[in-house]
Nanobody, 122 residues
């Protein structure tokens, strides 16, 4: 069973930066595609960024393209989401997810973390 724990959320001003981390345990991460999702109050969960098991392929939602960067360290079993030039509309609960099947930004992932809150406000 793969377990995921997010960290790094908090309050950040518009235009600022924040890095989210996701630590995994239980299974070897290099067999899993991973992704970051977010859910704002009253809205559906949406995929933000994803990366293939090897790290060779990444994909971003249009809303974050050019501002967010997803990365992974299979040796350490960790993944990250670097968020730059954040906007108030980036405010949401952010989740990391993983699965042996690469669902891209679809929500079919089997393993999910509990989420970390990001609030963008001045």
């Amino acid at each position: 069973q793969l377990q995921l724990v997010e960290s790094g959320g908090g309050l950040v001003q518009p235009g600022g930066s924040l890095e989210l981390s996701c630590a995994t345990s239980g299974l070897a991460l290099d067999n899993y595609a991973i992704a970051w999702f977010r859910q704002a109050p009253g809205k559906e969960r949406e995929g933000v960024a994803c990366i293939s098991s090897s790290g060779d392929s990444t994909f971003y939602a249009d809303s974050v393209k050019g501002r967010f960067t997803i990365s992974r360290d299979n040796a350490k079993g960790t993944m990250s989401l670097q968020m730059n030039n954040v906007r108030p509309e980036d405010t949401a609960l952010y989740y990391c997810a993983a699965d042996r099947i690469d669902y891209g930004l679809g929500a079919g992932y089997d393993f999910w973390g509990q989420g970390t809150q990001v609030t963008v406000s001045s």
